[in-house]
Each structure stands twice: as C-alpha cells, then as structure tokens.
C-alpha cells in the first residue's frame, strides 16, 4: 500500500481557478485490474468503520484486484462557489488518469481494466463519466444518489457501453425506491445490466449482515458472484 496526492485546477462559478488536492491510497497488485473506490458524501476514503479499508485489503488478498480509494476534495471548496458536478467529475477524472499512466506500478499492466466503484454522490460521479475511458469495462453502483445533474447522468450512461451493476436497499430513504431502476434504464447501451435490491436495508447497509452483503456486491459485479446478495462469505464492515 502506497500513498499518493493528486492535484487539479478547476473553475469556479465566477470564472476563478481553484487549486484542488486529492490524496490517494493505492493497494497494489499484479492483477492487471484497478478498482477505483468513490465514497459518498461526508465520508472518507477509509469510511465509516475503516469499511472501504478492509473491502480493499479483501479483494487485493483475493487477487481480484489493485484498489484505489481516494479523498474527494468537496471541502473546503464548496464556499469559493465550485459546482459540485464540477468537483466530483474532476476528482474522479483525476484518479482515473494517474491509474491509467501508473498502471504499470498500480497493477502490473500497461493496459489496464479499470472498474469504478461508487457509492452514493461517488456513484453519480461514476455514472457521468466512465464513458469518457474505454479502460472503464465494469462500474458497480451502491446506493447511486442524484448529486450530479440528472441530464448529465442520463447523458453520461447513455454512452456507456461496459458492464453495469447497481445495488441499493428496499429502505433507502435517500434515494427513494425507483432511483437505482431509472439509472439503469438510462444505461441502455450497457454490455451487461443488472440490479439487486437488498431486503431490509437502507441507504448506508447498515448493521452487521448488510456490511457482509456490501463486501459482496464487488465480488458480484467483478467476479460473478451467484450468491448476491446473501451475507454467506461477506466480511465483517461494521
């Protein structure tokens, strides 16, 4: 495990540049593949628990993949009027890219197959944009909130042509109950579409069998996992 700090310029509103930092963790492999870890609003790159830390060590102990999580620089920023589609786009591109130019160091390959993984606000940045990358193949989407302009969403997933997996909970009183299903209509050029509700569980996968389930959705989407979204296998988050 190694640590990085990323930086990008971006505009703000009245047309000022802002300076933003992005530090990075990166949990190295040979796999050839890179998972690149969005958390959601108000959280850390660790998450709550060290949850996103202990998903990462899993898979990267599994050989399912390189992991890359990183902190989303959305504060202090938002005072110096930066549109938060602006902020969550540039974050995640900026990651994407120094994936792409240290693959090699990332993962083992110089033409790497990368897989976002977002979470709320950091699914919403994922689905606007991965079809900016042909490295992008598989994007897994927990709990996809709206924190990107819904146009922007539509318009990014509908150019997206790699595998999409979505999972949310039947109690996500965040979302509500029909957001995860309009993502995935809008992704109609999708390779692969496929989503699971959770049964009893909300917009967090709290408590101890739904932070198993959570483990697991990346095993689904990344894997094949058949037994989404049984908590048998997962690890314990929480």
Known sequence: MFDVTLQRTVRAVEAELVKIRI?????????????????????SKDGY???YVKIAEHLQNLGVGSVIRYQSSLFPFAF??????????????AVIEYAVENAQRV??????????????AGASASAAIAHEYPQVTKMLLISPSADIDTEVLKRGLSEYHGELYITSGDNDCVIGPKAAEAVLEWAEKAKIRKIVTVPNCDHQFTGERNGRILSKAYLWALKGDKTYPSPEGGIELY
């Not at 593949?33 to 959601?40: E, L, T, Y």
């Not at 902020?87 to 591109?93: A, H, V």
Request: hydrophobic letters at 35%.
């Open 23 to 43: 530090p990075v963790t990166v949990h190295p492999s040979r796999t050839g593949v890179v998972i690149i870890n969005s958390h959601g609003l108000g959280s």
């Open 80 to 93: 110096q009027n930066v549109d938060m589609n602006v902020l969550l786009e540039s974050n995640l591109r």
């Open 107 to 120: 993962c083992g390959s110089h033409s790497p197959e990368i897989c976002l993984a977002g979470f709320s």
């Open 49 to 51: 628990n060290n949850k």
